[in-house]
RNA sequence: GGAGCUUUAGCCAAGCGGUAAGGCAAGGGACUGCAACUCCCUGAUCCCCGGUUCAAAUCCGGGAGGCUCCUCCA
């Protein structure tokens, strides 16, 4: 499949290292808050690939990082009167309900900082040693002197960088361009180390978290588009320097969610957290999935109201299609016919080119059209199944999936007293069990 | 000041040189015991001005909006 490689700007042929296994790691979060739906914007895209990925035949190994050591935590644990432990356990869990919540797949790995630490330490301590990095005071900075080709992801020039550069040139560092990779401190939670007491530095975790687990290069690394300086930038300068790669062979972003017009962050305060989301999250998952991930979604709740009956049709024609097959016994086929294999394959192009999920929605709006046609029209029980199968894979893949089953006995009873009932046109009857299969939670 | 992205019907949006997908909303019609669902029909000189080309929403130049990054942020 292609797909964008921000460090080469161009669509890319996706080769993975090893045969048959992709390997994606994508920056998570800190974790001293709870995460607002543009935070959710790389969990859904990432979990999406990772599915269309498995469709497709490959393993996916994949992983996502908690920074759970950070001054943020530690403002939160005062602010919270509990330890930055407790702060990080308590967003961990949130995060991870929210992952479910949002209908993702929560079995990807998920290293923690406060995990990593001898290898961090050893990390830089390498790092030093080559002179990529150097210790001032207690602090240790990587020095990007050091690396000519600095800024190749970001396609900055290091000279340019320094004119703009708008953080005050601490005088502990040789250039304003330089960044900690150890800091001194002796508050909360530190770590000895050979420079004295301190902690990480944000950028050194990636790297090292993705040679812990994977052992070498990845296939894909990935991230909100604001990594891109300096965060991302500055794990493949640490990872030239000592392994001479780009840590990642392609480099994914997706672009942000804003509130409105204006940008949604947690420190301008308008954001609106996943956990209070007042729709069904698939329907969320479809406003996204309605746009390209690498193109800004405006959100606003008019935006938001418009996927809704989106999703419904979808899920109605799945419900009467699920319905139709309970009824007449018809789920064991395993029928693929010739129709519903070009849907899958028109699915699989638009996924093909860099992930075009909106091409995929609108091929599963296709084939709800095709499913609600047949169920108006002949019948046919092969077409019908097979149907059910392509969509029910696709759903999966967008995360659109709702969890049918099949009707109880009681139910399917009620059921065949139903549609007899309206035969013989006993109609305050078939509206009382009507209502009763309803009540039951039967989706007609 | 530097770098980049973006502008397609009321709204969202695809499109990557060959004559504007799809969805939502709106209007009209069909189906229906009621309700819901569903189906059919109706809509765009692609921000503006030049240029290249047999052919441009698509390429080039200029202009005007909007956005982002260069600073913690997915």
Redesign the pocket.
């Known amino acids: 499949m292609k797909l964008y490689n921000t460090y080469t700007n161009k669509i890319e042929e996706l080769k993975p290292i090893k045969e048959n296994t992709v390997t994606i790691y994508y920056?998570g979060?800190?974790v001293y808050n709870y995460i607002h739906i543009?935070?959710a914007?790389?969990i859904i895209f990432f979990d999406t690939l990772k599915k269309y990925l498995e469709h497709k035949g490959y393993k996916v190994i994949m992983a996502s990082n908690f920074t759970d050591i950070n001054e943020k935590i530690l403002n939160q644990s005062k602010i919270e009167g509990i330890s930055e432990m407790e702060v990080a356990e308590k967003y961990i869990k949130a995060y991870m309900d929210d992952v479910r919540f949002l209908n993702a797949d929560d079995s990807f790995l998920k290293p923690r900082v406060t995990e990593t630490i001898p290898e961090i330490i050893d990390f830089i301590d390498s790092l030093v040693k080559v002179g990529a990095a150097y210790k001032s005071g207690g602090d240790v900075y990587y020095r990007v002197s050091s690396l000519p080709e600095y800024g190749r992801l970001s396609?900055r020039k290091t000279d340019?960088?320094i004119?703009?550069?708008?953080?005050e040139v601490r005088d502990e560092k040789e250039s304003g361009l330089d960044f900690a990779l150890w800091k001194e401190f002796h508050e909360g939670i530190k770590y000895d180390s050979p420079w004295g007491e301190g902690r990480p530095g944000?950028h050194t975790e990636c790297c090292v978290m993705i040679h812990k687990l994977f052992g070498g290069m990845i296939d894909i690394h990935g991230?909100?588009?604001?990594?891109i300086?300096?965060?991302h930038e500055n794990e493949i300068a640490q990872n030239e320097s000592l392994y001479h790669n780009r840590i990642a062979n392609i480099w994914m972003h997706?672009a942000?969610?804003?509130f409105g017009?204006?940008?949604?962050?947690?420190?301008l305060g308008n954001v609106i957290w996943v956990k209070d989301l007042k729709c069904d999250p698939r329907a969320y998952r479809l406003l996204l999935l309605?746009?390209?991930y690498r193109?800004?979604?405006?959100y606003t709740d008019?935006?938001q109201a418009?996927t809704i009956?989106?999703l419904e049709?979808i899920d109605?024609?799945m419900n009467?299609l699920f319905l139709y097959l309970d009824v007449n016994d018809l789920f064991n086929s395993s029928i693929q016919s010739l129709e519903s294999l070009d849907f899958m394959k028109r699915f699989d192009d638009a996924n093909e080119?860099d992930m075009?999920t909106?091409?995929g929605v609108?091929v599963i709006?296709?084939l709800?059209?095709e499913i609600?046609?047949e169920l108006?029209g002949r019948k046919d029980s092969d077409i019908l199944v097979s149907y059910y199968n392509v969509l029910k894979e696709m759903l999966y893949v967008y995360g659109l999936n709702q969890n049918l089953e099949r009707m109880s006995l009681e139910n399917r009873n009620l059921y065949n007293e139903w549609i007899d009932a309206?035969k013989e046109k006993d109609?305050s009857k078939?509206?009382e069990l009507?209502n009763k299969l309803l009540s039951n939670g039967v989706k007609l």
């Open positions: 920056c979060p800190t543009g935070n914007r790389p396609n340019e960088l004119q703009g550069a708008r953080v944000w991230g909100g588009a604001d990594l300086f300096p965060h997706n942000r969610v804003n017009q204006e940008k949604m962050s947690k420190s309605k746009s390209s193109n800004i979604v405006s008019e935006l418009q009956p989106e049709k109605t024609a009467k080119e075009n909106p091409n609108t709006n296709d709800v059209k609600n046609l108006r309206r109609f078939a509206d009507r």
